[in-house]
């Protein structure tokens, strides 16, 4: 038989690189972005934080005197910086764009990481094609795609922290890579984490295996602790503080207030309480720092011969200089995070799930590494967040204390009923999670769930990955439900915490395509599952941020029970309408804010608050805008006929009422 007779050899079967499948994606939302940027209204805070990022940029041209906003030191302005920035220059390169609408791609533009980070970190789980399938499970939810454009404060830290903790683990690997072999840390090479090395060694090692099992218990046991003492322990000072300033505290201490607050009769209690709260926040801080130290102090002398050669191997890498593979990624990681903490300070939080993985995985090889990140960070946060040069420690506790504890009360319309954000029942987070993801989601992030936790056990990389994951979901999920930490406007405040949802959505996902025998057929399986909430983003368009599911009949069901529009996006439709009715230089009374409507308003339109216009006055309004609560209140211009009002599936977002009909005309 000639080589011509022989049967020809199978072709091998095309590997595709996997970043290929998530460059596409992101390649085709840049697109997709562009074309529905200048769609989306402006939300309620995007005035009050255009304001914060011009002064804070103006703090580079005089150090000397940086600025400071008290009722914004919960955050950092890195992102609002560059947000503002990109919407200027979008503005004068993209013919007919506004700057709010280049401030809503630089939101989508952020977006993509989140969406990147959420398949980098399936990949540790699952093929390529699962995990592209949960990043578009994640894309496709509405009420995550209309944040993407709309919020630039959540959205973008969700980003810059998924985006954190994927490159601070990807730095941990490379980092105990280095190490490997010169360290008795994993004991063996076939050892693939702490957890799989304790059980393995509790038969024949029990005393080393108990040693080990004290220093991850150490280790974790200081940031658990920190957040669940971190509220009592500030509710205790400010009513220490609040007793000491009426003169009915303990003698001891009403002596040491009277030492400290020589002028207490002439500044209110509000601002000893903030003080007492950001010196009770430093102490925390400063406290669990030590106690980790002296963790790892204990761990040393109960495992030394393991402390010893860690030390030994850590120095050994350090001689060699800055050239290996995990310090040049170091770089990039230190980056990200600390423009992370430039964005909110409880991604510290992100340094505890890194720290998380690495130790279960490799142990305390990756001390050195995390702590030389951590700096690094520190350094890049301090040099994005003016408000930190004055007094960083001071400043950079009360960031963190009032994020945790934010003391400022705000109004939510919850079941139907409007709660205060510290008077949330518990279920207030559970139950709106559940009603605002789609349900195909809700039902393989569930299933995911659970095969993340039978991952916890499980040998090889996947397990400690799982156990960094559920810290990264579960303890915040934890701190509103257990611990009311107060949160309002539904789960926005918390967005960071839902890329492991859709990380274990695509471990289920896996699970159903391995089942399917034909590949069409799990394409198919995917596409019905993204469908829902694709169709929901199109009909929705451009509120999908007020989606609510099936469970509540829709968003029709929610009508008087949820708000689907509470950021007042919708005033930007309803001005096109205004612009088009009103008579030259009318008087437009707003109720809500009137910064989500001027951007779109006329030039000789004269907005004002519905206190100022009021019938029959002096400045008498023609027409009356109403959005968020006037939807809800009936003292909006109750005898008011009402001429337009913007809606989606029957459900009135924003309406426009006739207040004075004389020389008004017709669109």
């Known amino acids: 038989m000639t080589s011509n007779d022989s049967p020809a050899a199978p072709r091998p079967r095309r590997s595709w690189h996997p970043a290929l499948p998530i460059a596409a994606l992101v390649a085709l939302n840049l697109v997709l972005g562009f074309v529905l940027a200048p769609h989306y209204g402006q939300s309620t805070d995007e005035q009050a934080n255009l304001i914060f990022a011009r002064n804070s940029l103006e703090s580079y041209r005089h150090p000397q005197d940086p600025y400071v906003d008290v009722s914004r030191e919960d955050k950092g302005p890195f992102y609002l910086m560059v947000w503002l920035r990109v919407g200027e220059f979008l503005d004068r390169v993209v013919p007919g764009w506004l700057s709010v609408d280049g401030r809503h791609y630089a939101n989508f533009l952020a977006f993509q990481l989140a969406i990147v980070s959420v398949y980098a970190l399936a990949l540790r789980f699952v093929r390529p094609g699962a995990a592209l399938a949960g990043a578009l499970l994640f894309e496709a939810q509405p009420v995550l795609f209309g944040h993407a454009f709309i919020n630039q404060k959540d959205t973008p830290f969700m980003a810059f922290f998924a985006l954190s903790v994927v490159l601070g683990m990807s730095m941990v690997d490379r980092s105990a890579a280095g190490a490997r072999g010169r360290s ?5 090479p076939t050892s693939t984490g702490v957890l ?13 295996a108990r040693r080990t099992a004290l220093l991850l218990g150490l280790c974790l046991l200081v940031p658990v602790g920190s957040l669940l003492l971190y509220r009592p322990l500030v509710s205790a000072a400010e009513a220490l503080v609040t007793a000491a300033y009426r003169g009915e505290a303990w003698a001891p201490i009403q002596q040491a207030f009277l030492r400290l607050a020589e002028h207490a009769g002439r500044v209110p209690v509000e601002d000893y309480i903030r003080r007492g709260t950001q010196w009770t926040g430093l102490a925390i801080l400063l406290g669990s720092v030590l106690l980790l130290g002296t963790a790892l102090l204990v761990a040393g002398r109960l495992w030394p011969e393991g402390a010893r050669a860690t030390w030994a191997a850590t120095i050994r890498e350090t001689r060699q200089g800055l050239g290996g593979a995990w310090t040049w990624l170091m770089v990039p990681a230190a980056v990200v995070l600390g423009m992370t903490l430039a964005i909110r300070s409880t991604a510290i939080f992100a340094v505890v799930v890194v720290a998380v993985y690495g130790l279960i995985r490799y142990g305390p090889r990756v001390v050195i590494p995390l702590v030389l990140w951590a700096a690094a960070a520190a350094v890049v946060t301090f040099a994005l967040w003016p408000q930190l040069w004055g007094a960083p420690f001071d400043m950079f506790a009360a960031s963190l204390g009032k994020t945790v504890v934010y003391p400022e009360l705000r109004r939510t319309l919850f079941e139907g009923v409007v709660y205060l954000s510290d008077e949330l029942p518990w279920w207030y987070l559970p139950k709106t999670m559940a009603i605002q993801f789609t349900l195909p989601a809700l039902a393989v992030m569930s299933a995911g769930l659970a095969g993340m936790i039978r991952l916890l056990t499980r ?4 397990g400690p990955a799982a156990w960094a994951l559920m810290l990264w979901f579960l303890a915040p999920f934890l701190a509103v439900t ?6 309002y406007n539904y789960f926005r405040h918390v967005l960071f915490m839902m890329p492991p949802l859709f990380v274990a959505a695509s471990i289920a996902l896996e699970v159903l395509m391995r089942w399917m025998r034909l590949q069409v057929l799990g394409f198919l399986l995917i596409a019905a599952l993204l469908l829902p909430g694709a169709w929901s983003i199109v009909r929705l368009h451009p509120y999908e941020y007020g989606y609510f599911n099936e469970f509540v009949g829709g968003l029709r069901g929610s009508y008087g029970l949820y708000m689907p529009d509470y950021w007042c996006t919708s005033f ?3 001005m096109t309408f205004i612009n088009g009715y009103a008579p030259a230089s009318a008087n437009i009374a707003v109720d809500g804010p009137r910064s989500n409507a001027s951007p779109f308003a006329r030039g000789d339109l004269h907005l ?6 009021v019938p029959d006055g002096t400045n008498q309004a023609v027409l009356a805008l109403g959005c968020n609560w006037a939807t809800v209140d009936p003292d909006f211009y109750p005898n008011a006929p009402i001429v337009w009002s913007v809606e989606r599936e029957g459900v009135p977002l924003a309406l426009v009422k006739l207040v004075a009909p004389t020389g008004a005309v017709s669109p």
Do not use: N, Q
């Open 608 to 613: 004002g608050a519905t206190e100022e216009l």
């Open 459 to 462: 040998r090889g990389p996947a």
């Open 482 to 487: 257990a611990l009311k930490a107060p949160i």
């Open 184 to 188: 008795p840390w994993p004991p063996g």
């Open 572 to 574: 930007r439709e309803a």
């Open 196 to 208: 799989a090395d304790v059980k393995a060694a509790w038969p024949h090692e029990p005393r080393r």
